[in-house]
């Protein structure tokens, strides 16, 4: 099971940060990724974070986005800065099958969902 926290109304320029947590087993040399989903729209990829390597991010959030995660915790992060009103939409984090970073965009490469969490971004 995978718990996201963190969403909320900030303004245009604002940050939030997203968590994600998850059993220890649940994320154990997996991959964890980040999607989201505005109204109207089909859920999108926003990053990924492979176990043990570097952070991967689509092109609309390069250099605005982090994500991050801390492996004793078991929980992943997303840091959103400079957040624009088309960030709006329901943030996702699941689970990849793999531990790697291949075909990270796909969401057919990701078994375990979160709930969602809301973030609303204000012009």
């Known amino acids: 099971q995978l718990v996201e926290s963190g969403g909320g109304l900030v303004q245009a320029g604002g940050s939030l940060t997203l968590s994600c947590a998850a059993s220890?087993?649940?994320?154990?040399?997996?991959?964890v990724g980040w999607f989201r989903q505005a109204p109207g729209k089909e859920r999108v990829f926003v990053g990924m974070?492979?176990?043990?390597?570097?952070?991967y991010y689509a092109d609309s959030v390069k250099g605005r986005f982090t994500i991050s995660r801390d492996y004793a915790k078991y929980t992943v992060y997303l840091q959103m800065n400079t957040l624009k009103p088309e960030d709006t939409a329901l943030y996702y984090c699941?689970?990849?099958?793999?531990?790697?970073?291949?075909?990270?965009?796909?969401?057919?490469?990701?078994?375990?969902w979160g709930q969602g969490t809301q973030v609303t971004v204000s012009s």
């Open positions: 974070i492979p176990y043990g390597g570097e952070p």
């Open positions: 220890a087993g649940t994320f154990s040399a997996y991959a």
């Open positions: 699941a689970r990849k099958r793999t531990a790697s970073f291949l075909r990270r965009s796909s969401e057919t490469e990701y078994d375990y």
